[in-house]
């Protein structure tokens, strides 16, 4: 699955004042969700993270940004969804 398709909102590049703006201000907004299949956006990185946190985006449900290639399980993007370390046996 690439990335938004062409019915989707502009995800243009940002402007050139912005160009030199670090990595992490540059995923600071911009994400766009599919809870559910319906496609929602675009959103700050606390918007999208809150929406994980109350439900309503689930570790399965994609997500994409514009620095990534293509939609993502959520479960894929680092420091979005709670990690549960497996269950040692006894």
């Known amino acids: 699955m690439q990335g938004p398709d062409p019915t989707t909102p502009d995800t243009a590049s940002p402007d050139t004042a912005s160009a030199g703006a670090s990595a992490e201000a540059s995923m600071a907004t911009g994400w766009y969700a599919l809870p559910g299949g319906q496609m929602s956006g675009p959103h700050t990185w606390e918007e999208?993270?809150?929406?994980?946190?109350?439900?309503?985006?689930?570790?399965?449900?994609?997500v994409w940004h514009s620095s990534l290639p293509q939609w993502v399980p959520a479960a894929q993007i680092p420091q979005l969804v709670p990690q549960i370390p497996p269950v040692q046996p006894d």
């Open 48 to 62: 999208l993270y809150r929406m994980v946190q109350d439900g309503r985006v689930l570790a399965n449900d994609h």
